[in-house]
């Protein structure tokens, strides 16, 4: 998927969010901020665990970030519970 389209489908479901849903804590520039890198480590890491600590905004990210991985797979790393683990002794 290219830049254009992905920043497209981006617009057209911030739109129909903000129409039908505005339970999420946090908003969805600030998820895009995270998976994009952009701001200080704790800026990201602060707007990560309210993203965590919230099911909706947790769904939205979720969302956010497939679309992206979708377009790019190389863009976004795979999400911390899937990160393999070395042998257990």
Do not use: K, W
């Amino acid at each position: 998927m290219d830049p254009d389209r992905l920043r497209a489908l981006y617009t057209r479901h911030t739109a129909v969010h903000a129409l039908l849903n505005d339970r999420a804590v946090v908003p969805l520039d600030a998820m895009l901020a995270v998976l994009e890198h952009r701001g200080t480590e704790e800026e990201r890491r602060e707007t990560l665990n309210r993203i965590l600590a919230d099911p909706e905004s947790r769904r939205e990210f979720d969302l956010l970030r497939a679309a992206i991985r979708a377009s790019d797979p190389a863009q976004v790393p795979p999400p911390p519970d899937s990160a393999e683990t070395g042998p257990r002794d």
